[in-house]
C-alpha cells in the first residue's frame, strides 16, 4: 500500500481559500433574503439564509453586485451575445442562471474552479431541477459530458482546475471548446489576491495572449497597506488563509499596473466607496430602507479597501474599456 502523502502548508491554505467560497455564498444568501437584490438560485447552494450579517456587509455584497454585473452584462450587449465567459474561481455562483433569465446569455458560459468545490456544484446542479432544468432547456442533443470533476452542455460548462497551472487549465478549457476568436469576459472576485504575484501575472499573461478582444474584471482587496488593510490581513491568517498576492493590492495603480506589464491594453479602477456612490441612486436609497446602519464609518473603510478593476483588448472595437455605471 501507498505511503500518504505528508498534509503540506499548501493543502492547509488551499482549504482556507476554497472555504471563503462558502462564506461569500452564505453571505449573498442571507442578503438576498432581506431583500438586497434578487437571486432565486442561491438558495439551492446555501441550505439555509444563516446567521444575521450586519447591514455593511451586506451593503458591500449590494455593490459588489452590482458593480460586477454592470460591466459584465454591458459587454455581454456590445457584442449581441456572440461571445464567452469565463467566470474563474467561481464557487457556487449563480451568474449563468440569471443571465439566462435575463436574455443576456453568451455563447457559452465557462467556470474554473478547485476539482472539490466543482464536485460539490455538479451535485447540487444535478439534484436541484431548477439549476439543472437551464442547461437542459439550452442543450441541443440527448446527453451532457458530466464525470466528477467536470460539466459540459452547449451554453455552460464547469471544470475542475487549479489557476496555477495555466498549462493544463489551457487543455482543460480548449477540450470543451473554448474559442479564442470569441470576444471574452474573464470574471475574478477575490481569487488573484490568493495567488502569488508570478502565479496571477502568468493567468493574466496568458488571458492577454490568447484573446484578441476581452475584458477582465477583477473584484479585490485594495489600500492593503494602510492599518484597516492589515488588520484584514490579520483576521485571515487566523484562519490560515494566507493573502499572497497583497502586495499588488497596495493601491488602485498598482491593480492597474498588473494588467498593463502583462499585456491589456487598457486598465481601470475604483474603490468601492467611489462605486457605491455612482450606482443608481433609487435603487440605492430603496436598498439603505432594507436595514438601519449605525456603523456608517466602518462601511466607508470597508468599502475603501476593496475594488473592482477591469483591463481590455479591443480588436473588434466593441468598446470593452467599460465603465461602472
Known amino acids: 500500500m501507498a505511503a500518504r ?5 499548501m493543502d492547509t491554505a488551499d482549504e482556507a481559500v476554497r472555504a471563503t467560497c462558502d462564506d461569500a455564498t452564505i453571505c449573498k444568501r442571507f442578503a438576498t433574503s432581506k431583500g438586497y437584490w434578487k437571486d432565486p438560485y442561491i438558495q439551492y447552494f446555501a441550505r439555509s439564509v444563516g446567521e444575521r450579517k450586519a447591514p455593511e456587509i451586506n451593503r458591500g455584497y449590494y455593490a459588489r453586485v452590482k458593480g460586477v454585473n454592470h460591466l459584465l452584462d454591458a459587454f455581454i450587449r456590445n457584442s449581441e451575445c456572440n461571445c464567452q465567459v469565463i467566470n474563474l474561481g467561481a464557487g457556487l455562483d449563480t451568474t449563468f442562471w440569471r443571465l439566462k433569465d435575463e436574455n443576456l446569455l453568451p455563447k457559452k458560459f465557462f467556470e474554473v474552479d478547485f476539482p472539490t468545490v466543482v464536485a460539490r456544484k455538479i451535485h447540487n446542479i444535478k439534484t436541484k431541477p431548477p ?25 455552460y460548462c464547469i471544470i475542475g482546475a487549479d489557476l496555477r497551472d495555466i498549462s493544463a487549465l489551457d487543455e482543460k478549457l480548449k477540450k470543451f471548446h473554448l474559442n479564442p476568436d470569441l470576444p471574452t469576459v474573464l470574471l475574478s472576485e477575490c481569487v488573484l489576491v490568493y495567488m502569488t504575484p508570478s502565479q496571477s501575472s502568468n493567468l493574466l499573461r496568458w488571458a492577454a495572449e490568447i484573446f484578441h478582444t476581452a475584458m477582465f474584471i477583477n473584484y479585490e482587496q485594495v489600500n492593503m497597506s494602510d492599518r484597516f488593510g492589515q488588520v484584514m490581513i490579520e483576521n485571515l491568517l487566523r484562519r490560515q488563509c494566507s493573502l499572497a498576492g497583497a502586495e499588488l493590492c497596495q493601491s488602485l495603480d498598482t491593480q492597474k499596473e498588473r494588467f498593463l506589464k502583462t499585456g491589456w491594453e487598457h486598465a481601470d479602477a475604483l474603490d468601492m466607496m467611489t462605486v457605491y456612490s455612482m450606482l443608481p441612486q433609487d435603487d440605492v436609497a430603496r436598498m439603505e430602507c432594507l436595514e438601519f446602519l449605525d456603523e456608517k464609518e466602518l462601511l466607508q473603510q470597508l468599502l475603501q479597501h476593496y475594488n473592482i478593476c477591469w483591463a481590455s483588448k479591443d480588436k473588434l472595437n466593441l468598446g470593452t474599456q467599460g465603465s461602472v455605471v
Open 131 to 155: 439549476l439543472s432544468k437551464h442547461l437542459i432547456e439550452t442543450h441541443s442533443t440527448d446527453s451532457l459530458i458530466l464525470d466528477t470533476q467536470s460539466l459540459d452542455s452547449d451554453r
Open 5 to 9: 502523502q505528508p498534509f503540506t502548508y
